[in-house]
Protein backbone atom coordinates (compact mmCIF):
# COMPACT_ATOMS: atom_id res chain seq x y z
CA UNK A 1 0.00 0.00 0.00
CA UNK A 2 3.01 2.43 0.08
CA UNK A 3 2.65 3.44 3.96
CA UNK A 4 5.45 3.70 6.00
CA UNK A 5 4.12 1.51 8.23
CA UNK A 6 0.84 -0.32 9.59
CA UNK A 7 -1.27 -2.40 12.63
CA UNK A 8 -1.94 -5.93 12.95
CA UNK A 9 -4.28 -6.63 15.35
CA UNK A 10 -3.80 -9.59 16.88
CA UNK A 11 -6.27 -12.68 17.57
CA UNK A 12 -4.50 -13.81 20.70
CA UNK A 13 -2.37 -11.82 23.51
CA UNK A 14 1.18 -12.30 22.99
CA UNK A 15 3.96 -12.91 25.54
CA UNK A 16 5.72 -9.86 24.22
CA UNK A 17 2.91 -7.37 24.45
CA UNK A 18 2.86 -5.84 28.50
CA UNK A 19 -0.59 -3.53 28.23
CA UNK A 20 -2.46 -5.09 25.58
CA UNK A 21 -5.92 -3.53 24.20
CA UNK A 22 -8.55 -6.21 23.65
CA UNK A 23 -11.84 -6.33 22.58
CA UNK A 24 -13.93 -9.50 21.78
CA UNK A 25 -15.30 -10.68 18.44
CA UNK A 26 -18.28 -13.07 17.66
CA UNK A 27 -17.95 -13.71 13.96
CA UNK A 28 -19.64 -16.17 12.36
CA UNK A 29 -16.74 -17.14 10.13
CA UNK A 30 -15.07 -18.50 12.81
CA UNK A 31 -16.19 -20.38 16.01
CA UNK A 32 -17.39 -19.35 19.02
CA UNK A 33 -16.25 -15.40 20.59
CA UNK A 34 -12.58 -14.36 19.11
CA UNK A 35 -10.51 -11.73 20.28
CA UNK A 36 -8.80 -8.72 19.28
CA UNK A 37 -5.94 -7.19 20.30
CA UNK A 38 -3.24 -4.40 19.83
CA UNK A 39 0.37 -4.24 21.76
CA UNK A 40 1.42 -0.82 23.43
CA UNK A 41 3.36 0.51 20.45
CA UNK A 42 0.51 0.05 17.80
CA UNK A 43 -2.08 1.72 20.55
CA UNK A 44 0.62 4.75 20.88
CA UNK A 45 0.78 4.83 16.95
CA UNK A 46 -3.16 4.84 16.14
CA UNK A 47 -3.55 7.70 18.84
CA UNK A 48 -4.46 10.53 17.62
CA UNK A 49 -4.04 9.25 13.63
CA UNK A 50 -6.72 8.28 11.27
CA UNK A 51 -7.01 4.71 10.29
CA UNK A 52 -8.21 2.68 7.52
CA UNK A 53 -9.03 -0.71 8.70
CA UNK A 54 -8.47 -3.10 6.65
CA UNK A 55 -10.06 -6.74 6.38
CA UNK A 56 -9.51 -10.01 4.02
CA UNK A 57 -13.60 -10.76 4.09
CA UNK A 58 -16.77 -9.44 5.36
CA UNK A 59 -19.58 -11.45 5.62
CA UNK A 60 -21.76 -10.42 8.75
CA UNK A 61 -19.61 -7.46 10.00
CA UNK A 62 -18.84 -8.49 13.05
CA UNK A 63 -15.01 -8.71 12.92
CA UNK A 64 -14.86 -5.06 11.05
CA UNK A 65 -16.95 -4.05 13.79
CA UNK A 66 -14.68 -5.49 16.56
CA UNK A 67 -11.69 -3.78 14.36
CA UNK A 68 -13.16 -0.15 14.54
CA UNK A 69 -13.90 -0.70 18.01
CA UNK A 70 -10.46 -1.33 19.10
CA UNK A 71 -8.96 1.60 16.84
CA UNK A 72 -11.58 4.14 18.40
CA UNK A 73 -10.34 2.70 22.00
CA UNK A 74 -6.85 3.13 20.74
CA UNK A 75 -7.79 7.08 20.08
CA UNK A 76 -7.84 6.53 15.90
CA UNK A 77 -10.46 8.39 13.69
CA UNK A 78 -11.99 5.67 11.13
CA UNK A 79 -11.74 7.32 8.14
CA UNK A 80 -12.67 3.89 5.80
CA UNK A 81 -13.27 0.12 5.95
CA UNK A 82 -11.99 -1.98 3.04
CA UNK A 83 -12.13 -5.71 2.46
CA UNK A 84 -10.35 -8.03 -0.52
CA UNK A 85 -14.19 -9.89 -0.46
CA UNK A 86 -17.54 -8.82 0.19
CA UNK A 87 -19.87 -11.97 1.27
CA UNK A 88 -23.60 -12.07 0.95
CA UNK A 89 -25.08 -8.94 2.12
CA UNK A 90 -21.70 -7.12 3.14
CA UNK A 91 -21.63 -6.70 -0.76
CA UNK A 92 -24.54 -4.14 -0.28
CA UNK A 93 -23.40 -2.25 2.73
CA UNK A 94 -22.21 1.60 1.26
CA UNK A 95 -20.13 1.77 4.40
CA UNK A 96 -17.33 -0.47 2.75
CA UNK A 97 -15.22 -0.27 0.11
CA UNK A 98 -14.58 -3.97 -1.66
CA UNK A 99 -12.74 -5.36 -4.29
CA UNK A 100 -14.71 -8.48 -5.11
CA UNK A 101 -17.92 -10.15 -4.01
CA UNK A 102 -17.92 -13.40 -3.11
CA UNK A 103 -21.11 -15.53 -4.22
CA UNK A 104 -22.45 -17.63 -1.97
CA UNK A 105 -23.76 -21.19 -3.13
CA UNK A 106 -26.95 -22.83 -2.00
CA UNK A 107 -26.50 -26.21 -0.28
CA UNK A 108 -28.15 -28.82 -1.27
Do not use: W
Not at 10 to 27: C, G, Q
Not at 31 to 58: F, P, S, T, Y
Amino acid sequence: MGLPYYVVARKSIKAYMENPLVVEDHSITTAGKQILCLMDDDIERIRGHKVLLVDDVISSGGSISALENLALQAGGQVIGRFAILAEGDAAKRHDITYLEELPLLKAE
